[in-house]
């Protein structure tokens, strides 16, 4: 099966932007969706698609992607979005009904 | 509004199997898959699979296949996930998530709100 690659820890000063990023083959044949968990909490999708936000997602939540590798870009991060922060998408090898998570990236706001 | 409630935390044995239930509500039940995700202590989400409840098709992660069964029961709207020969390591929450499935771009835009299962002798 495939695999997606995430930075295990990014740090950002309030009110920067900060880059989170997520490799794997799959992202070559499918979007990533990026999920927001805070602690004991369940994870909220955040941007899905080519870039797109669901109802109640701030603005400042954004997503791109290129070849292999699929972004969250947050600006002007607020101490609020201090949280895990996942990527999925299908899996272009073997079952395409199959997913597969990134290992997660710890945003912590400075 | 859309739901997911997940049934409650759960102690087994190891050895023991679990069934963990998901009932939605607020959509057309069919019309959308559901995925189970796990999350043990301190670690990252991890995909179990996905059943399609129109059809109750399913498809497994490798990693759990022969031991894990997804089912669903369309005149309550649930969906369950079996999970057999429990051991240590399958201590986590598990995770019932929606997606439309259908067509793309795939997401999981609505999770319950998660199931505590513990193995512990």
């Known amino acids: 099966s495939s695999e997606l690659t995430q930075d295990p820890a990014v740090s950002v000063a309030l009110g920067q932007t900060v880059r989170i990023t997520c490799q794997g083959d799959s992202l070559r044949s499918y979007y990533a969706s990026w999920y927001q968990q805070k602690p004991g909490q369940a994870p909220v999708l955040v941007i899905y698609?080519?870039?797109n936000r669901p109802s109640g997602i701030p603005d400042r939540f954004s997503g791109s992607s290129s070849g292999n590798t699929a972004s969250l870009t947050i600006t002007g991060a607020q101490a609020e979005d201090e949280a895990d922060y996942y990527c999925?998408?299908?899996?272009?090898?073997?079952?395409?009904?199959?997913?597969?998570f990134g290992g997660g990236t710890k945003l912590t706001v400075l | 509004q859309v739901q997911l409630v997940q049934s409650g935390a759960e102690v087994k044995k190891p050895g023991a199997s679990v069934k963990v239930s998901c009932k939605a509500s607020?959509?057309?039940?069919?019309?959308?898959?559901m995925h189970w995700v796990r999350q043990a202590p301190g670690q990252g989400l991890e995909w179990m699979g996905i059943?399609?409840?129109?059809?109750?098709?399913?498809s497994y992660a490798q990693k759990f296949q022969g031991r894990v069964t997804m089912t669903r029961d369309t005149s309550t709207s649930t969906v369950y996930m079996e999970l057999s020969s429990l051991r240590s390591e399958d201590t986590a929450v598990y995770y019932c998530?929606?997606?439309?499935?259908?067509?793309?771009?795939?997401?999981?835009?609505?999770w319950g709100k998660g199931t505590t299962v513990t193995v512990s002798s």
């Open positions: 607020g959509y057309t039940f069919t019309s959308y898959y």
């Open positions: 998530a929606r997606e439309m499935g259908t067509t793309t771009p795939y997401y999981m835009d609505v």
């Open positions: 999925n998408s299908r899996d272009s090898s073997g079952n395409h009904l199959n997913v597969v």
């Open positions: 698609g080519k870039n």
């Open positions: 059943i399609n409840p129109s059809g109750g098709s399913t």
